[in-house]
Structure formats: C-alpha cells, structure tokens
C-alpha cells in the first residue's frame, strides 16, 4: 500500500480554487480512480450495506457543516411551512439560539401550522419554564422525554432522547449531530464554535421516515405540565397509540430504491429492541471497507467489536483514521478513550485530536461510497441507553465532498503518536483506568 504521510496528493485531491494539497493524508492517486467507480449503485448496496436494510431515494442530500450552515437552513424551512413541523433534539438552551428556534416556532404556530416540540428532560433540564409557557401560548405542542414523575422507575433516567430529527411538511428533513445552543456559533459571533455535522434531506420518502421515527419518541414523551399521575400518564399514551394506528395509513411501506434520487437509509434504533441496529451497520461497511475509513465521533470508547474491525481494516492496507476531541465538554469520556489509544495505534489506526474547541461531529466516510452522519457515538450510552439517529448514504458523490470535509478537518488537528502517549505521566493513565471501569454509564 502506498504511504499516506508526506506525499502529494493524487489528481484532484487539492483544495477546490486554492491549488495546495489538502493535507499530507490526501491519500493516493487510487482514491480517484478505482474499482469501486465501476459499482452499480446495487453493487455498493450488496458491498457495504448490511442485509435488510431499507433504502429510500432522496431528491438532494446536503452536507451541512457547523452551525453556520445548518441553522439558516433549518429556520428557513420552519419559516416556509406551510402544513406541520415536527422538532426534536436532546439539548434545547434558552439562548441566541433556541430563541430563534422558539421564534420560528410560534410564527409558525401562529399561520396555522401543527407544530410539535420534542426535547430530552435531562439533555434541556436547564429550560426554563418561562421559554416553553410562550411555546404553550402560541399553540405549540410541547412534550419531554422522560422527565422526572413520581410514577416512573429511577432506572427509566437512564434512557434518553438523543436524536435531533427536524421534518417540516413531510418534504424536508434534518439529522445530525447538532443540539440547539449557541455553543455552536462561531467564537466570532460569540459562541464557543464547536465542531459539528447536519445533514438536509429532501423529498417526501425521506422526510416521512424520519417524521416516523419522531413519532416513536413522541409516543414514548409525557406533555409538558401534566400531572404525573397513573391515570393521565395512561391516558396520553391511549391517545398517542391511537393517533399512531390512524396515521398508518399515510406510512411508506418498504420499498426497493427507486430510478432517480441519492439513496438514503434511515436508521434509528428503541430503548428495548433493535439496539444493535446502527452498530452493525457500522461495522458490516468497515469490514468491507478496501480503502480508506475516516470518522469524527465525539465521544470515542468503542467497543471490543467495533476495535477489532477497525483493526482488522488497517491490517488489510485500508488507511483508518479518526478524528477525536482534544478537550470533550465531558472530560471523563475523554480518560476513558484514551484508555484504548494505545491498542488502536499499535495496530495501524491513525488517531487525531481536535484542539480548537469541542469536536461533537458524528459521521464517517469509506471508499467515496460510503456515508454515514447522525447523532450516534461510539459509546456504552448510545449502544444501549439512548434514542439515536443516522442516515446511511450510498452515493459516490455525498461521499466525496465528506471525504474532503473529515480531509480538512484533519488538516488542522494534531496526530497522536504512539511514542508520545506512551510518555503521559502515570496519574494520567490511573484516570484513564478508572474512567473506563465507569464506561458503562458515562
């Protein structure tokens, strides 16, 4: 296999109009030109794709990077509803940024559009009652997953909402990585800038598998303000199961991919089955991965299989490489991570740290075939405890451009040599140790 480090890029592999190598891990001339060029778009399905999956074709799949790009297009849409807007995220601030969020909202509500709200009780905890009470006023309809009730077991804590799903009028649909703060604006505009991933989806298969997955959680969600009594916890779920079985109707059933479109499968797992559901499509595409696999993930422990099949590709000669945060915003998972840095760079994979602010981006890319972005992270907490989300896109061409995006993005972090971490001090490695015996619930 060629070596990835210190060479000129293959032909174009430079940065688009800057006519400089995107970075010293551009990777050879076979990146453009390969045998995966000549797949079929059923052949890349039957490759990478895990058995059973369900592809739909979306009109356009955009790439969106950071809150600069996603935020805009998100308002826009809610702003152009006309029918329903369904919103659901973990981490709702009363800030810069919720407040346009919340604003869009009630302009909506206010033209006559259903509009729903769906936010974690712990990841929002700091909501204040006031925010939502305008959100109740204008006739949104508010609901939070989970919260604390006198009814409910203390283990049901534990099992969080982390999607971040946007539909508005079963048209256009939004997943990714990106919560609802202004910690995501540019330190510029006074944010924190932290890095992360959306993804825009258009077309009305696309946008109402999403909206399905939507109402999984809202179904599962208590009204904002009810009494948490048995009777009316009850009685809002009838009604949900209810409104769920009439619905039915409008429902895509599975369907091959169509002629035109980029194919998109949509992915969610539930809190008590399908847990394994986005695990191994992850790992079914890393196995049959022939030349490269680039992730960003946020919260990095994985686990024994997914190590071994990241392994077992750079064993191969396929060139592995992820992008973690050098500082997370929860700094026992970064402990624990590091924990496992010395198993991976031994066996080939290339780990690089994000020092300019919090890297919280999900995704990853193989063989410019190959995309996947959402909210999931290589941890005990999305495997088992959380409601998550990821599109799979089977497109050569999405696949380029996250390439050269996780590409850039690796232009400016700092790689982890193996001799380097093995010269961290020793109270480092005890909290390293001690961080990943608690890996199960962090």
């Known amino acids: 296999m060629e070596s990835f480090v210190d060479r000129e890029p293959g032909a174009g592999e430079s940065q688009e109009g800057s006519g400089k190598p995107l970075h010293k891990y551009a990777g050879p001339s ?47 849409a809610i702003d152009a509803a006309a029918a329903q807007v369904s919103l659901e995220t973990y981490t709702l601030r009363d800030d810069r940024a919720g407040q346009a969020f919340q604003q869009a909202l009630i302009r909506a509500a ?3 559009v259903h509009v729903r709200l769906l936010f974690d009780w712990i990841g929002s905890f700091s909501l204040s009652r006031t925010f939502v009470q305008q959100l109740l006023d204008a006739e949104v309809d508010v609901a939070a997953f989970h919260p604390l009730l006198v009814p409910r077991p203390v283990w049901a804590l534990n099992k969080r909402d ?78 949900r199961r209810w409104t769920s079985l009439w619905r039915r109707k409008d429902r895509l059933p599975p369907t091959a991919v169509v002629s035109q479109g980029v194919p998109v499968s949509l992915i969610g797992n539930q809190l008590l089955r399908h847990r394994w559901r986005i695990h191994r499509a992850y790992l079914r595409a890393i196995r049959r991965a022939t030349r490269y696999v680039l992730i960003e993930n946020a919260y990095f ?80 907490r999305s495997l088992l405890h959380q409601l998550e989300c990821v599109a799979v896109i089977a497109d050569p061409g ?20 193996l001799a380097a971490h093995r010269q961290r001090p020793r109270w480092q490695r005890l909290l390293e140790s001690l961080a990943y015996l608690l890996r199960h619930w962090l």
């Open 30 to 76: 076979s990146w453009q030109q390969t045998p995966q060029d000549t797949l079929s778009p059923e052949q890349i399905l039957c490759r990478y794709g895990k058995p059973g999956m369900r592809f739909l074709r979306a009109s356009t799949a955009r790439l969106l990077v950071n809150a600069s790009e996603a935020f805009p297009q998100m308002l826009a």
């Open 110 to 112: 206010g033209r006559g």
């Open 162 to 239: 982390h999607r971040k799903i946007l539909v508005v009028d079963d048209a256009v649909g939004f997943t990714g990585g990106l919560n609802l703060g202004e910690e995501y604006y540019p330190v510029s505009a006074g944010g924190q800038g932290w890095r992360d991933t959306h993804l825009g989806l258009e077309g009305p298969a696309v946008a109402r598998a999403l909206r399905d997955l939507f109402e999984e959680a809202w179904r599962q969600a208590t009204p904002y303000g009810a009494t948490c009594s048995r009777r009316t916890r009850f009685k809002y779920t009838l009604q």
């Open 301 to 380: 422990i994985p686990n024994r299989s997914f190590r071994q099949a990241l392994l077992a590709a750079a064993r191969r000669g396929v060139f592995v490489a992820v992008v973690v945060s050098a500082a997370s915003d929860v700094p026992i998972t970064d402990y624990a991570s590091r924990r496992l840095y010395d198993e991976l760079l031994r066996g080939g994979v290339h780990l690089f740290a994000w020092p300019h602010s919090v890297m919280h981006a999900k995704t990853a890319v193989i063989d410019d075939v190959w995309s996947i972005v959402g909210s999931y992270n290589f941890d005990h």
């Open 398 to 417: 999405f696949a380029v451009g996250l390439r050269r995006q996780t590409l850039d993005d690796l232009a400016r972090c700092q790689e982890i040599s």
